[in-house]
């Protein structure tokens, strides 16, 4: 008894000290990957099923004491949610078209000036407007519609990868778990769309001049830069992920003729990851981490499943995760507020991430069809804003801009089938697709698992 007062004494500190300013554990500071899974079996059973079965009258013939799991997974997207929660085809556009006309914009930093390329380019004038009084630099004639002087950039998005989990309990209700995984991530198929037209402002001339002094050197203008816009790969580590877990059931209406036979399952945890993850890479364009983009993290969740014990069962949860701030050697930020996905210079900055939160909600059977289970997960998470410091001040920078743009919704839907091939042993498939989002990728997950059970 003293042993399980001590734990639970600890498990309550750890929540108490958590929630100040640490709020969860699958989310990622990942707008690709956004809630990773690392088994196709439902991730909040925490080695109680054993004990819910009994609870029904079964025997699983095992002790749920220790799991582990190993799963492949294939993801890909080749669309994106803009920020209106509109579905884009030019997956790259997420946050906005790629203002080429919008580099001329704003004051150099210090010590900092236009390429030759950009130079040349900020001293032609708008035909349409007449005596050459308005030059490309001069932002009030940016274009609204996001045609004039923009690109759409879209591409196709892979990610490969064997993802492992290992969850063992140390007394009857709380235990711990490790996830990680090893992934391959490939951006490929990129394109870069002239949408330039005359419109109401501008002329066939003032097409044809963007066109020869800035869309047709893109390449030219993104090397002056210093931005990597070739097809992007990179393969390694996902991050470590670390959990405590507490569950316990609580059985209720147990041999009633008149109300059904109920099983609740409160469950808390706290998660943290190490970020062991590839670093997210700034001076690339197309660049993907493999996980939180080298931040660590720490997090909680709490939630509660209800077992009909002669039927379904439901469950929800909510969550957070706060993410650790990071120093960036070179990141590109915007110098005027219309400049849009591609910014002339970039300079030192702090990341303080913002934070995930969500809430998922959760419909399964077990055993519904022999010793096959079902289990269908709905989640909606939100990212706020990050904050983002210069490491060296200049108010030609405006990371104020970069800041209002980091927020990003994902809401998706998960569907799993597990079936256990022994009371030891079940295999697992699992398919997860978005449903909305905003600022994310449209990623599509088919998983492949194998866990053993002791």
């Not at 579905?87 to 919008?102: D, V």
């Not at 097809?231 to 670390?242: K, M, Q, S, T």
């Not at 077990?366 to 989640?379: C, E, G, M, P, R």
Request: aromatic share 12%.
């Amino acid at each position: 008894m003293a042993k399980k007062a001590l734990f639970r004494v600890l498990f309550v500190a750890l929540v108490c000290i958590a929630h100040n300013r640490l709020l969860l554990s699958e989310t990622a500071l990942n707008q690709a990957d956004p809630y990773p899974h690392f088994s196709a079996d439902y991730a909040r059973e925490y080695l109680q099923r054993a004990s819910v079965q009994k609870m029904k009258g079964g025997n699983l013939e095992r002790k749920d004491r220790l799991n582990f799991g190993t799963s492949v997974f294939y993801q890909n997207a080749s669309s994106s949610y803009n920020d209106a929660g509109d579905t884009t085809e030019s997956m790259w556009n997420m946050r906005g078209g790629w203002n080429m006309i919008g580099l001329l914009y704003g004051n150099p930093p210090t010590g900092k000036s236009l390429g030759d390329k950009l130079t040349a380019a900020s001293t032609q004038t708008f035909n349409a407007l007449g005596s050459g009084a308005a030059e490309f630099n001069e932002d009030e004639y940016n274009d609204a519609t996001q045609k004039f002087g923009f690109f759409s950039v879209s591409g196709k998005y892979r990610k490969i990868g064997i993802r492992f989990d290992i969850e063992g309990r140390i007394t009857d209700h709380f235990g711990v778990s490790v996830k990680t995984g090893v992934s391959d991530i490939m951006c490929s198929n990129v394109e870069f769309s002239n949408l330039s037209t005359k419109g109401t402002l501008y002329a066939d001339d003032d097409v044809a001049n963007a066109n020869t002094l800035l869309m047709n050197q893109y390449k030219d203008i993104a090397a002056e830069i210093g931005l990597d816009i070739e097809e992007y790969n990179v393969n390694g580590l996902e991050d470590i992920r670390l959990e405590v877990f507490w569950k316990k059931p609580f059985e209720r209406n147990k041999g009633s003729k008149v109300w059904p036979h109920l099983i609740f399952l409160p469950f808390a945890s706290i998660q943290g990851s190490l970020g062991t993850a590839s670093n997210h890479e700034y001076t690339k364009a197309f660049s993907i981490s493999t996980g939180n983009r080298g931040h660590a993290s720490i997090g909680t969740t709490c939630g509660v499943i209800i077992d009909f014990a002669e039927t379904v069962e439901i469950g929800a949860a909510i969550g957070g995760a706060h993410f650790f701030k990071k120093d960036i050697t070179k990141m590109f930020i915007p110098t005027n507020r219309y400049q849009s996905s591609i910014f002339p210079f970039s300079t030192s900055a702090r990341i303080a991430p913002g934070k995930n939160l969500f809430f998922e909600a959760h419909l399964g059977a077990f055993h519904f069809l022999d010793k096959l289970s079902i289990n269908a997960q709905y989640v909606f998470q939100h990212h706020t804003k990050d904050n983002i410091t210069l490491l060296t001040e200049d108010s030609a920078f405006i990371p104020e801009k970069l800041e209002d743009e980091s927020t990003w919704t994902s809401q998706s839907i998960t569907a799993n089938l597990a079936y256990d091939l022994s009371p030891s042993l079940n295999v697992g498939f699992l398919w997860q697709t978005p449903v909305r989002g905003k600022k994310t990728f449209k990623s599509s997950t088919l998983m492949l698992s194998i866990k053993g059970i002791f």
